[in-house]
Nanobody, 123 residues
Framework: RFSCRRSGGGLVQAGGSLRLSCAAS????????IGWFRQAPRKEREAVSC????????YYADSVKGRFTISSDSAKNTVYLQMNSLKPDDSAAYFC????????????????WGKGTQVTVSS
């Protein structure tokens, strides 16, 4: 069963940086596509970024391209999301999600989920 020990998140001023991490367990790490979704109050859950080591693919939402960087460390079974130049619109609960091998920007295509962590960007 997939689980994610998450860290990061918090409160930062606009223009600042935060790093989220998800230490995954329950599956062979390199078999997983792991990504981040976010959900702000009264908004749909949206894909932010995803990485699949087995397929050599990375996905970014248009709204975060050039500002966020996803990476993975298979020695630590951990995926990181470095978030730079944060904006108030980035404020949301961020969720780590996983699937076998293939990223999916549709939340329904990612069957495994961790708990959310709050990111708040003040203006």
């Amino acid at each position: 069963r997939f689980s994610c020990r998450r860290s990061g998140g918090g409160l930062v001023q606009a223009g600042g940086s935060l790093r989220l991490s998800c230490a995954a367990s329950g599956f062979t790490f390199d078999d997983l596509a792991i990504g981040w979704f976010r959900q702000a109050p009264r908004k749909e859950r949206e894909a932010v970024s995803c990485i699949s080591s087995s397929e050599g693919s990375i996905y970014y939402a248009d709204s975060v391209k050039g500002r966020f960087t996803i990476s993975s460390d298979s020695a630590k079974n951990t995926v990181y999301l470095q978030m730079n130049s944060l904006k108030p619109d980035d404020s949301a609960a961020y969720f780590c999600a996983a699937a076998l091998r293939t990223c999916d920007s549709d939340a329904y295509g990612m069957p495994y989920w961790g708990k959310g962590t709050q990111v708040t960007v003040s203006s």
